[in-house]
């Protein structure tokens, strides 16, 4: 079993900061990817960041120059740093990853519970 639990959310005035943590546990061979999304209430889930297979991060332009990812690998774990918070960025954030379970098997994703990051004006 793989399991993705989040941390960090919260509520926090305009213009603050956030940091969420995602820590991938459980049968793991390989991760590809690993990334955030988020859901406003009436709204699709959209990206908001995440690392491509080949390393790189991508960014939603609604972030870009405000959130941060990061990974730490050997700790399977991947991080949104969040500065200049918008009562916009109000959503469940959730963590996803592309996980290999075993050398033999195939990749899945993985989706944590998600967690709530709300923005007061």
């Known amino acids: 079993q793989v399991q993705l639990v989040e941390s960090g959310g919260g509520l926090v005035q305009a213009g603050g900061s956030l940091r969420l943590s995602c820590a991938a546990s459980g049968s793991i061979f390989s991760i590809n990817t690993m990334g955030w999304y988020r859901q406003a209430p009436g709204k699709q889930r959209e990206l908001v960041a995440r690392f491509a297979s080949g390393g790189s991060a991508n960014y939603a332009d609604s972030v870009k120059g405000r959130f941060t990812i990061s990974r730490d690998n050997a700790k399977n774990t991947v991080y949104l740093q969040m500065n200049s918070l918008k009562p916009e960025d109000t959503a469940v954030y959730y963590c996803?990853?592309?996980?290999?379970?075993?050398?033999?098997?195939?990749?899945?994703?993985?989706w944590g519970q998600g967690t709530q990051v709300t923005v007061a004006s």
């Open positions: 996803n990853a592309d996980i290999r379970p075993t050398y033999w098997g195939t990749t899945y994703a993985y």
